[in-house]
């Protein structure tokens, strides 16, 4: 398998979309170094790898726990809306085939949705993207991705004593995939637990055929009392219900309706009285205001009319003023053309007689009304009275029902008995009542123990048949169970032998790989020995040249880390095909000197792509230019704090040395 690129779009702290493609297989140039700052998304990078490849079962380093949808949702770039969505896609290539792995997200009211899409040589698959944690599984198994992409904090535990047994035991497991024999171990002796116990069990059937004989007689005598004891209830609802009617007609006869009624009559009573103190009211209202008017209708349509020949008088008057003033004007104009005066005597003759016919009645007298009194007389003729004729019409009708509803009502509380007259009846109706209340409660518990007993007698007849059939079985059971018994042990003692023995030979192999690594890492062959690994506890020893075995936990500092990355080295090459190795803060405590044999030795050599996220104080400029042969290609990851996100571009932190590069 072969790393092509990985491309990430919105992915943690990476806003837009990034790409890395990463150095190509080769003995030379093995190494994509990516360097940034803490903080910078190095480890982003190799969440991102695994996520593209096993989706909800990857181990990424920052989900603590959390559900796959809530991780997806707060993996998306917080300077993105979160419905924009993220993604993130990794190219590899696997026996000459290509392949293309691309995973997006979104999240949208509260609910996260991710596809998966996966391409073989630029071809759309859509079965295989369905089956892709299957397929994933036979290209490079989810339980040694941990072998393969590590942090410095892997091997900080591997280089612990008291933690490395148990890291070196599970990873052991993981690359000879012995979880799987121990699985099927396991279900084994689940298998023969369950026979044992069917064996314990079948010689108690006839003892339990006897017990549910006797649980179905006891029920049966249940059933049959709760059906009589059902009968006389029967009966006694019957008679308390005949008993009730006749007290009810009782009730009735003596007005008892009418007495429980009481309350809701003198309510009914008293609303009526309220109503009718509200017509009465608005009937006041009406006659001190314009409703009196509507007696003297005539007198004032003719008060109407006069007022009406009142203001047009004040009409003609105004105009025959204005005609008298034309009339000089036009008098004084004519003369001055030159009219002669004779002429002009009869132009004045025939304007005054003109005038005259405006004149009419002007010189009889008159009295004076009120200005604007027509058209106040015509909103009263035409709106106001007619509205409360029509109104005071309303009322009448409102307050003749309401009048007849009060005397209905009294004469309905005149009718209603008094209390001592129909208490005794009320009171023994309630006894009545209750009685036959309770009588129901009764019957209601006497149907549901007969169902209930109806139904378990029906269960118990199932379990009886059932029981007479195990009985029928048991010896052909109990053959087989011993059957069954001999081969399980068989197939147990022949997993854990071969368990036993495929740890034996490959730890033996792995034990050679480490201690090559540990040699050629450490630069002290002559001091160190062959390492061993103890099958049982999965302890380091290592043997001293001259003296003797000493464990793991006697080296200095330094050495168990060069021990811890000779470990993760070995197992590398131990695990089938060719894979990539990324490594994540790779340097960790190590001194200088530690660093630049990993520089000089493991780095180019961990296998045939390597990856590498660095600090600038991990890989700096003195160990750059050592490294710097094996490197194919080289990035660095920067913040944009203004943007709050990471950005991927072409070449590390500090220049590569050609020189060195040559």
Request: glycine share 8%.
């Amino acid at each position: 398998m072969h790393l092509k690129s990985l491309v990430l779009h919105n992915f943690g702290p990476y806003g837009d979309r990034q790409t890395l493609r990463f150095a190509q297989p080769s003995k030379r140039q093995p190494i994509t170094l990516i360097g940034g700052m803490n903080g910078h998304g190095k480890t982003t990078l190799l969440d991102a790898l695994q996520l593209a490849l096993y989706g909800k079962l990857a181990q990424c380093s920052n989900r603590n726990g959390l559900s796959y949808p809530e991780f997806l949702r707060r993996s998306i770039h917080r300077s993105e809306h979160v419905v924009d969505g993220a993604a993130v896609e990794l190219s590899f290539e696997v026996h000459g085939h290509d392949y293309r792995v691309n995973r997006r997200w979104a999240s949208l009211n509260g609910s996260t949705s991710e596809t998966c899409e996966v391409f073989v040589d630029e071809w759309p698959d859509s079965a295989l993207s369905q089956r892709w944690l299957e397929v994933v599984e036979t290209i490079l198994p989810n339980r040694i991705a941990p072998l393969l992409f590590f942090d410095g904090e892997r091997i900080e535990e591997l280089a612990n004593p008291e933690t490395a047994p148990s890291m070196i035991r599970q990873a052991v497991h993981s690359l000879l995939g012995l979880e799987i024999v121990d699985k099927l171990i396991g279900d084994l002796r689940v298998l023969e637990g369950r026979r044992l116990r069917s064996m314990a069990r079948s010689e108690e059937d006839d003892t339990g055929f006897e017990r549910i004989r006797g649980e179905l007689g006891a029920l049966s005598d249940k059933r049959e009392r709760a059906t009589y004891e059902l009968a006389q209830a029967k009966a006694q609802h019957a008679r308390l219900e005949g008993i009730l009617a006749e007290l009810d007609q009782r009730f009735e006869r003596e007005g008892g309706q009418l007495w429980l009624d009481l309350r809701g009559t003198e309510a009914e009573i008293e609303r009526q009285h309220e109503a009718l103190e509200r017509i009465q009211d608005e009937m006041r209202r009406l006659a001190e205001g314009v409703l009196p008017l509507a007696l003297v209708r005539s007198k004032l349509l003719e008060l109407r009319d006069v007022a009406e020949k009142a203001e047009q008088r004040e009409r003609d008057q105004s105009a025959l003023q204005i005609l008298e003033g034309r009339d000089r004007e036009l008098l004084g104009f004519l003369l001055k053309l030159g009219m002669d005066g004779r002429s002009a005597g009869r132009v004045s003759e025939w304007l005054a007689q003109d005038r005259s016919r405006l004149r009419g009645d002007q010189t009889r007298a008159g009295y004076s009304l009120p200005r604007g009194l027509v058209g106040r007389l015509d909103a009263v003729l035409s709106h106001e009275v007619d509205e409360a004729v029509a109104r005071a019409g309303q009322l009448s009708d409102e307050l003749e029902q309401c009048q007849v509803g009060l005397r209905d009502l009294e004469a309905k509380r005149a009718s209603t008995p008094d209390e001592a007259s129909v208490r005794a009846i009320c009171a023994e109706r309630l006894r009545k009542s209750a009685e036959l209340e309770e009588l129901r409660s009764g019957i209601a518990r006497l149907n549901i123990d007969i169902e209930v007993s109806r139904r378990e007698e029906e269960r118990l007849n199932r379990q009886l048949a059932k029981e007479l059939e195990e009985i029928a079985a048991n010896r052909h059971t109990q053959r087989e169970s011993a059957r069954v018994l001999k081969h399980s042990s068989r197939a147990r003692t022949t997993l854990g032998n071969f368990r036993d023995a495929s740890l034996r030979h490959n730890l033996a192999r792995l034990s050679k790989e480490i201690s090559e690594a540990f040699i050629r890492l450490n630069g002290k062959g002559a001091l160190f020995g062959e390492i061993a690994i103890d099958p049982e506890t999965f302890r380091v020893t290592i043997a001293r040249r001259g003296r003797g075995v000493c464990a793991a936990d006697r080296l200095s500092a330094g050495e168990r880390q060069l021990l811890a990355v000779a470990t993760v080295w070995g197992l590398t090459r131990c695990a089938r095909g060719s894979l990539p190795v990324v490594i994540d803060t790779p340097l960790g405590r190590l001194d200088s000197v530690h660093r630049m044999r990993l520089a000089d030795v493991y780095f180019p050599n961990a296998a045939e792509q390597v990856i590498l996220l660095s600090t600038d104080e991990e890989i700096d400029e003195q160990l750059l230019y050592r490294l710097a042969p094996a490197v194919g290609r080289a990035y660095s990851l920067s913040f944009n704090e203004s943007r709050q996100s990471s950005a991927i571009s072409e070449g590390y932190l500090w220049e590569v040395p050609h020189e060195a590069a040559g």
